[in-house]
């Protein structure tokens, strides 16, 4: 995968507020300041979560382009063109669509896809959450440019409502809770995740840990199952995508590895955007 980024960091976001005020500045993951629309948009959306994000914002009749994967919430996306995937679009589909604004994560789409389709699209955001609560300033920025500010502050007071009711990390003392786990994402060849991705911030939120490789400086490093790693762990999550893991994986692997695995939401764990605040419950459901 070509970074989309190359370097990027995570000051490079814009920080997630402890208020739901307006921002000041309308500022994406790159620094790229925006204004609100004076006229109606034309919206492609090449991230799935934020597709979701924008329906529930009330945005759905601007959304002009969406991904294959942008399956949620399915009664709404079913009548909005669809472009390709999110790193192999159809650059001349999106074309006759005329957008005027194209949104982009870091993680899910291709930097020279976005800079092909930044030739013709006017007004490129970039997002890019690393922890949940930068869902806040998500909200906010993507509310402000779309006017659609007053549906934003809702999602927020959920957010924050959801957040809030998470248990507390210092009553998380038994040591079953606080576990080490292998978050598994794909197989042929086995991939996770590592510390610094959304995922990772999410789990950490009921205390627990995500193991990665510790000579791996890649945010979905591959790996292999070995010795030395099984006596770091205490047990294994499989996600339900990008890779599409079953309980038939589960039993394969519990009986290969002798250690406990749980099939895991991906939805749930890895979205941003207002599938958020179904993630923080969803949390507590594991805890």
Same mark, same amino acid.
């Given at each position: 995968?070509?970074?989309?980024?190359?370097?990027?960091? &995570?000051? +490079?976001? $814009?920080? &997630?507020?402890?208020?739901?005020?307006?921002?000041?500045?309308?500022?994406?993951?790159?620094?790229?300041?925006?204004?609100?629309?004076?006229?109606?948009?034309?919206?492609?959306?090449?991230?799935?979560?934020?597709?979701?994000?924008?329906?529930?914002?009330?945005?759905?009749?601007?959304?002009?382009?969406?991904?294959?994967?942008?399956?949620?919430?399915?009664? !709404?996306?079913?009548?909005?063109?669809?472009?390709?995937?999110?790193? /192999?679009?159809?650059?001349?589909?999106? +074309?006759?669509?005329?957008?005027?604004?194209?949104?982009?994560?870091? %993680?899910?789409?291709?930097?020279?896809?976005? %800079?092909?389709?930044? /030739?013709?699209?006017?007004?490129?955001?970039?997002?890019?959450?690393? !922890?949940?609560?930068?869902?806040?300033?998500?909200? $906010?920025?993507?509310?402000?440019?779309?006017?659609?500010? &007053?549906?934003?502050?809702?999602?927020?007071?959920?957010?924050?409502?959801?957040?809030?009711?998470?248990?507390?990390?210092?009553?998380?003392?038994?040591?079953?809770?606080?576990?080490?786990?292998?978050?598994?994402?794909?197989?042929?060849?086995?991939?996770?995740?590592?510390?610094?991705?959304?995922?990772?911030?999410?789990?950490?939120?009921?205390?627990? =840990?995500?193991?990665?490789?510790?000579?791996?400086?890649?945010?979905?490093?591959?790996?292999?199952?070995?010795?030395?790693?099984?006596?770091?762990?205490?047990?294994?999550?499989?996600?339900?995508?990008?890779? +599409?893991?079953?309980?038939?994986?589960?039993?394969?692997?519990?009986?290969?590895?002798?250690?406990?695995? =749980?099939?895991?939401?991906?939805?749930?764990?890895?979205?941003?955007?207002?599938?958020?605040?179904?993630?923080?419950?969803?949390?507590? $459901?594991?805890?």
């Amino acid at each position: 995968m070509t970074p989309f980024l190359p370097g990027h960091a &995570a000051s +490079r976001v $814009q920080p &997630a507020t402890d208020s739901v005020q307006q921002p000041a500045l309308l500022v994406d993951a790159v620094g790229a300041i925006h204004t609100p629309c004076t006229t109606p948009p034309r919206i492609v959306s090449l991230v799935p979560s934020i597709t979701e994000l924008l329906c529930d914002l009330g945005l759905s009749s601007s959304l002009v382009g969406r991904t294959g994967f942008c399956i949620h919430p399915k009664e !709404v996306v079913a009548s909005i063109p669809k472009i390709g995937g999110t790193k /192999d679009v159809n650059i001349d589909k999106i +074309r006759k669509l005329a957008p005027t604004h194209l949104i982009v994560n870091i %993680d899910e789409n291709e930097k020279p896809v976005v %800079d092909a389709l930044a /030739d013709f699209i006017p007004h490129i955001v970039v997002t890019h959450p690393l !922890v949940p609560r930068d869902n806040l300033a998500l909200y $906010q920025l993507l509310g402000n440019i779309f006017g659609a500010q &007053a549906k934003a502050l809702q999602l927020c007071q959920r957010f924050e409502e959801a957040y809030a009711s998470l248990p507390a990390l210092p009553e998380l003392s038994d040591q079953t809770v606080r576990r080490k786990l292998v978050y598994c994402i794909w197989q042929d060849p086995w991939m996770t995740v590592s510390s610094a991705t959304y995922i990772s911030a999410m789990l950490a939120l009921i205390g627990w =840990q995500t193991w990665s490789p510790p000579d791996s400086t890649a945010r979905y490093p591959a790996f292999r199952w070995n010795d030395e790693m099984l006596r770091e762990i205490d047990g294994v999550l499989l996600s339900s995508e990008p890779y +599409r893991f079953t309980e038939t994986h589960v039993d394969a692997l519990e009986k290969q590895l002798g250690l406990p695995v =749980q099939l895991v939401d991906g939805e749930m764990l890895s979205w941003y955007g207002s599938r958020a605040i179904a993630g923080l419950h969803y949390l507590k $459901q594991l805890a």
